[in-house]
């Protein structure tokens, strides 16, 4: 008796089989494999840490409590928890702004992201508001890869920076591509430079980019249209990470065959992705999250170590500031400065009440939690704990402690001169305070350097006013 596999097949059948075999190859193929039998493609996991707009805060200032942020708390996250392969990297606006000091705060910015194994810094709308010169130099002693494939040296057209880099993670060859948008700081582009359109610049080395690297990530310090246009034009891209946003991402949004997600807030925020990519194909999401460094994260000691080497070094350098010249430079033309800076002890005769409401608030110590914090030197710090500082007649670093220090009457009122001048009988001078309000005080009380500001809650503090009236005296005959 014939078994039923003996049985001779009816032709339909043979060839059905034949068609489903080779349909099952094409697939095979498609997926990286062959007809011998299953072949995966390759998957990596791909942890993800960047951040962005981090504007100088190496550590928070330590004005009040409670204060989030700082590369200091990024150091702890990091060494807790970011495996040895995550990528680490910075889309831009590192830098606090372009006077001297904030340079020298940049190198050590640059000591930070090298010790925390960053893998790429990319250049945003601050920095580009550097010189040409001032640029080179940063790279020329920058620890970490400083990258942006559309900043340009405006005379021959060159890159200042690396357009890119390569790394190697999990068996992928990745490219870290720096962009920054034109738009927006076209005006205030540092002396010597331009910027290439980016789409156009992306064009240019994706023939390259597309046989070289598994997987292609733009550090695109952009805003979320223009993200997502470069998304929908280059499908080669994977991973767009942004960028300049008024907030950090909410999800990770898919444009295209691109993953885009973005982070900013002042260094108080860190973006985090755990991505699994498909080598040569797509990238899907594990997990995502914007974790924000709160104050209850410990900062790491020797990130405090390094923001305070940065704080002696500005101590001991000479910087424009300190130049009564450069104060004098920022004057307008032909306009004579009437009034000058007097110092509280020249009010205390006239408005003894004040003075004592002054005397019992933290405005009268306000130097002091300067030098407590040994940051009494740091432009970054004293303008608002002191009288006057960038004035001629005002605050300068030379004085130390000697005069004009905290933030007294003239901190707020404006420089006292010719006030005094008027009631100690000088009468050519007609001089009136304006009146003042909110505005005055959020010249200093604002975002992380004051607890949120209500002026309801902090006049009450230090309410004063005209003096209350001597009451008459007569003379007994």
């Given at each position: 008796?014939?078994?039923?596999?003996?049985?001779?097949?009816?032709?339909?059948?043979?060839?059905?089989?034949?068609r489903?075999?080779?349909?099952?190859?094409?697939?095979?193929?498609?997926?990286?494999?062959?007809?011998g039998?299953?072949s995966?493609?390759?998957?990596?996991?791909l942890p993800?840490?960047?951040?962005c707009?981090?504007?100088?805060r190496?550590?928070?200032c330590?004005?009040?409590?409670?204060?989030?942020?700082?590369?200091?708390?990024?150091?702890?996250?990091?060494?807790?928890?970011?495996?040895?392969?995550?990528?680490?990297?910075?889309?831009?606006?590192?830098?606090?702004?372009?006077?001297?000091?904030?340079?020298?705060?940049?190198?050590?910015?640059?000591?930070?992201?090298?010790?925390?194994?960053?893998?790429?810094?990319?250049?945003?709308?601050?920095?580009?508001r550097?010189?040409?010169?001032?640029?080179?130099?940063?790279?020329?002693?920058?620890?970490?890869?400083?990258?942006?494939?559309?900043?340009?040296?405006?005379?021959?057209?060159?890159?200042?920076?690396?357009?890119?880099?390569?790394?190697?993670?999990?068996?992928?060859?990745?490219?870290?591509?720096?962009?920054?948008?034109?738009?927006?700081?076209?005006?205030?582009?540092?002396?010597?430079?331009?910027?290439a359109?980016?789409?156009?610049?992306?064009?240019?080395?994706l023939?390259e980019?597309?046989?070289?690297?598994?997987?292609?990530?733009?550090?695109?310090?952009?805003?979320?249209?223009?993200?997502?246009?470069?998304?929908?034009?280059?499908?080669?891209?994977?991973?767009?990470?942004?960028?300049?946003?008024?907030?950090?991402?909410?999800?990770?949004?898919?444009?295209n065959?691109?993953?885009?997600?973005?982070?900013t807030?002042?260094?108080?925020?860190?973006?985090?992705?755990?991505?699994q990519?498909?080598k040569?194909?797509?990238?899907?999401?594990?997990?995502?999250?914007?974790?924000?460094?709160?104050?209850?994260?410990?900062?790491?000691?020797?990130?405090?170590?390094?923001a305070?080497?940065?704080?002696?070094?500005?101590?001991?350098?000479?910087?424009?500031?300190?130049?009564?010249?450069?104060?004098?430079?920022?004057?307008?033309?032909?306009?004579?400065?009437?009034?000058?800076?007097v110092?509280?002890?020249?009010?205390?005769?006239?408005?003894p009440?004040a003075?004592?409401?002054?005397?019992?608030?933290?405005?009268?110590?306000?130097f002091?939690?300067?030098?407590?914090?040994?940051?009494?030197?740091?432009?970054?710090c004293?303008?608002?704990?002191?009288?006057?500082?960038?004035?001629?007649?005002?605050?300068?670093?030379?004085?130390?402690?000697?005069?004009?220090?905290?933030?007294?009457?003239?901190?707020?009122?404006?420089p006292?001169?010719?006030?005094v001048?008027?009631?100690e009988?000088?009468?050519?001078?007609?001089?009136?305070?304006?009146?003042?309000?909110?505005?005055?005080?959020?010249?200093?009380?604002?975002?992380?350097?004051?607890?949120?500001?209500?002026?309801?809650?902090?006049?009450?503090?230090?309410?004063?006013?005209?003096?209350?009236?001597?009451?008459?005296?007569?003379?007994?005959?």
């Amino acid at each position: 008796m014939q078994r039923d596999h003996d049985r001779p097949r009816a032709a339909g059948a043979v060839f059905a089989d034949l068609r489903a075999c080779r349909l099952s190859c094409v697939l095979l193929l498609a997926l990286g494999g062959g007809c011998g039998g299953p072949s995966p493609a390759t998957v990596s996991r791909l942890p993800v840490y960047f951040t962005c707009d981090t504007r100088g805060r190496l550590e928070p200032c330590g004005c009040f409590k409670g204060q989030f942020g700082g590369l200091t708390r990024l150091k702890t996250v990091l060494s807790a928890e970011a495996p040895l392969n995550a990528l680490r990297v910075d889309v831009g606006d590192s830098i606090g702004g372009k006077e001297d000091f904030d340079i020298i705060q940049y190198h050590y910015m640059l000591q930070a992201f090298a010790a925390m194994k960053y893998d790429a810094v990319n250049i945003g709308h601050r920095e580009a508001r550097l010189s040409l010169g001032q640029l080179r130099e940063l790279k020329r002693q920058s620890p970490v890869p400083l990258v942006s494939a559309n900043l340009l040296d405006k005379a021959s057209g060159q890159l200042v920076f690396d357009a890119l880099r390569f790394v190697e993670r999990d068996g992928l060859r990745i490219a870290l591509v720096g962009l920054l948008e034109p738009r927006g700081i076209t005006e205030e582009l540092g002396e010597g430079l331009a910027v290439a359109d980016m789409a156009t610049t992306l064009a240019k080395l994706l023939p390259e980019l597309r046989s070289k690297a598994d997987m292609i990530v733009l550090l695109a310090f952009a805003d979320e249209t223009a993200m997502s246009q470069l998304a929908q034009q280059f499908y080669e891209v994977r991973l767009i990470l942004g960028g300049r946003v008024k907030q950090s991402a909410q999800e990770v949004k898919r444009e295209n065959r691109s993953l885009i997600y973005f982070v900013t807030n002042e260094a108080r925020a860190l973006g985090i992705l755990r991505l699994q990519v498909q080598k040569g194909g797509p990238v899907s999401v594990q997990a995502k999250e914007i974790r924000f460094l709160h104050d209850g994260i410990p900062q790491d000691p020797s990130f405090q170590a390094l923001a305070q080497t940065y704080r002696d070094e500005i101590r001991q350098t000479r910087l424009a500031i300190d130049d009564p010249a450069k104060t004098a430079s920022d004057a307008v033309p032909g306009v004579r400065v009437a009034a000058t800076y007097v110092g509280n002890a020249a009010c205390v005769a006239c408005h003894p009440s004040a003075e004592a409401v002054w005397s019992g608030s933290a405005h009268a110590h306000a130097f002091a939690t300067l030098i407590s914090r040994r940051a009494d030197a740091d432009p970054k710090c004293i303008g608002c704990h002191t009288t006057g500082l960038g004035s001629l007649s005002g605050y300068q670093r030379a004085f130390g402690k000697q005069k004009l220090v905290d933030a007294g009457c003239e901190s707020c009122h404006g420089p006292g001169s010719l006030h005094v001048r008027q009631r100690e009988g000088d009468t050519s001078v007609d001089f009136t305070y304006r009146p003042l309000g909110a505005g005055d005080c959020q010249k200093c009380h604002y975002g992380e350097f004051s607890r949120p500001f209500h002026w309801d809650e902090f006049w009450p503090v230090i309410k004063h006013g005209k003096e209350p009236e001597k009451p008459a005296t007569s003379t007994q005959l």
